[in-house]
Structure formats: structure tokens, C-alpha cells
């Protein structure tokens, strides 16, 4: 048999065993859970504030290192990522829900801005890590965040993160615009909206909410 029929045979059966294993994933169970796979996403809390959060708050980590420094940023970005998860999602609620611009605690800002500093350089450098969301504080019962703070931050979102070219690419994009979640915890400011977002709600887990509606009363 000559060269020619041998590569012509080998070509044949390659084209085969492709076009069945496509067929396969296709019709397989594994392949229906691989391709809806493409429209799940994991998201973790991550807050990256400690020792300002508080020493005693639920944000301590388990080693000595302080989330501040731009090393432990990077170090967990890599792990955050291997394991699997899309994006963190950054608790600003405690400090935005407030009633005056001048009580915001520009800590909680400050260290988020770091982070997206060091993601920014780890896409340099062609590292791995989970894009970034950021919950913002409406309402939770007994602490509420003014329209002007809300409309306030907001803006301050769009103009230094959404509109920075060096910054924007680590956001968690959705609809093709970035996401915010919302912290409605009383069910009360749940129709608010933001052209410029796409806008999550969310409540509280596991707790009694005030005024929550019967049916959801948690």
C-alpha cells in the first residue's frame, strides 16, 4: 500500500473520531452541563479590609497577614482562581449606608481601589484572577444610606473605576455593563435603577428582615 493511501486512511479515521466525539458532548448529559456552564458564575465575598473593618469583626483572616498588602492581594487573586471563582463580590454596605457624604469611611475605598491597582498589574503580567463586584448599601433595617450618598457613590464608581482604563477590565461585566448589587434588606428601595449598571438586590441570609413582606420573610 503506498504512503499516500496510508495518510489518506489515518486522515479519515481522525476526521471520524472527531466528528464523533462532538457528537457526543453534544447529546451526552456532560455536554448540556458543560455549555449551560458558560452562563454560571461563582461569586465569593472577599473583603479586603482588614485591620480596618475591625479586629474583631467577621473579616479577621486566619493568618497574621493583613489584607492591605498588595503580596497577599496577589497570592490570594491565585488561589481565588484556581479554585474556580469568577468573581468577589466587595462589601461596601457598612461603610456607604450613611446619611451624609462627610460619614462615608474611605478606608473600605481606599483598599478596594488597591486591589484593582494590583489586579491591573497582574494583567500585565498575565496572571489569573476574579473579576470584582461591589455591593453597595441601600437599606438594612435600622441603617440607611441617603439618596445623595447612594447617587454620590454611584457617580464616584462610574468616574474613577468604569471610566479608568487601567481599572475597568477587572469589573464583573454583565448585559455589558457592570454589575452592583444592592443591599435592600428591608425591600424597600428595590425598584431603584442606574442606566449605567446592571443592578442586583439582595437581602439578608438566615435573619428576621424588618418589613419584609410575608411570603419573603427572610
Partial sequence: MGT????LIVAVVVIICVGLLII??????LG??????????????????????????EAVPL???WS??????????????????????????????VNNITWINWLYIDHTTQLLEVYHEMDLAHLPH????????????PHRASIQVLNYILNWIYTHYVENPDLN??????????????????FTNHTFKDPRFTI?????????????PPWKPY
Avoid: C
Fill in 4 to 7: 499516500r493511501w496510508v495518510i
Fill in 24 to 29: 457526543m458532548r453534544i447529546t451526552s448529559p
Fill in 32 to 57: 448540556e452541563t458543560m455549555v449551560s456552564k458558560q452562563h454560571t458564575y461563582i461569586v465569593m465575598e472577599y473583603k479586603p479590609f482588614f485591620p480596618s473593618y475591625g479586629l474583631s469583626s
Fill in 68 to 97: 492591605n498588602t498588595s503580596a497577599i492581594i496577589e497570592q490570594e487573586a491565585l488561589w481565588l482562581s484556581w479554585a474556580g471563582v469568577d468573581a468577589i463580590l466587595i462589601d461596601w454596605s457598612p461603610a456607604t449606608m
Fill in 63 to 65: 493568618t497574621a497577614y
Fill in 200 to 212: 442586583f438586590f439582595m437581602g439578608f441570609h438566615l435573619e428576621n428582615i424588618m418589613n419584609a
Fill in 130 to 141: 476574579p473579576k470584582v463586584i461591589i455591593l453597595v448599601g441601600i437599606d438594612n433595617g
Fill in 169 to 186: 477590565s477587572s469589573l464583573f461585566y454583565y448585559d455589558g455593563k457592570p454589575v452592583l448589587v444592592m443591599l435592600d434588606g428591608s
